[in-house]
T-cell receptor, first 113, second 110 residues
Framework: NAGVTQTPKFRILKIGQSMTLQCTQD?????MYWYRQDPGMGLKLIYY???????DKGEVPNGYNVSRSTTEDFPLRLELAAPSQTSVYFC????????????FGSGTRLTVV | GENVEQHPSTLSVQEGDSAVIKCTYSDSASNYFPWYKQELGKGPQLIIDIRSNVGEKKDQRIAVTLNKTAKHFSLHITETQPEDSAVYFCAATSYGKLTFGQGTILTVHP
């Protein structure tokens, strides 16, 4: 049982480049989330999805986009990367939403130079 | 929206001592309070949670207490071991959104 899988684990981008962070889960969870983690700042919600075809903005959505075409996959797209997007990104899933535990992936460390 | 404050930001204890991490929240409608442990290079992992209709919950060496009147909740780890060293996050759910605290770096010295 793989749980939540994120790829890549590390990536260096140049300013203005674009990339997609991949997230897939094999637990048939409806709810999926993207967080970014900055030192001393906890985890901030970027986007979330309550099911295939449904996405919504979180606390810090600017500069990001998501899609949810299947239950399993929830990719995060960065357009025109900026140094402020240097962070560690975590994808999470939950069977029943924010009133139950989340399963997190192992994260993607992104550096924008 | 919900605001969760977590203290202390760092905590250093000797093996065998107890550790306490405290969180306060702002939204009285919050009704679910999980705690996550994050080891180096890994994603956060749920270790214990408590709901608003319960004042205390215990699981082996860890316990969580909730004071809804004061809007604060705490994580207690007894008989700490070196493998307890990690970053701990509290969180609170309000209106379907989970808000995290800033995290506490716990170091347990052998």
């Amino acid at each position: 049982n793989a749980g939540v899988t994120q790829t890549p684990k590390f990536r260096i981008l140049k300013i203005g480049q674009s990339m997609t962070l991949q997230c897939t889960q094999d637990m048939n969870h409806n709810y999926m989330y993207w967080y970014r983690q900055d030192p001393g700042m906890g985890l901030k919600l970027i986007y979330y999805s309550v099911g295939a075809g449904i996405t919504d903005k979180g606390e810090v959505p600017n500069g990001y986009n998501v899609s949810r075409s299947t239950t399993e996959d929830f990719p995060l797209r960065l357009e025109l990367a900026a140094p402020s997007q240097t962070s560690v990104y975590f994808c999470a899933s939950s069977a029943q939403g924010a009133l139950y535990g989340y399963t997190f992936g192992s994260g993607t460390r992104l550096t924008v130079v | 929206g919900e605001n969760v404050e977590q203290h202390p930001s760092t905590l250093s204890v000797q093996e065998g001592d107890s550790a306490v991490i405290k969180c306060t929240y702002s939204d009285s409608a919050s009704n679910y309070f999980p705690w996550y442990k994050q080891e180096l290079g890994k994603g956060p992992q749920l270790i214990i949670d408590i709901r608003s209709n319960v004042g205390e919950k215990k699981d082996q060496r860890i316990a969580v207490t909730l004071n809804k009147t004061a809007k604060h909740f705490s994580l207690h780890i007894t008989e700490t071991q070196p493998e307890d060293s990690a970053v701990y996050f509290c969180a609170a759910t309000s209106y379907g959104k989970l808000t995290f605290g800033q995290g506490t770096i716990l170091t347990v010295h052998p």
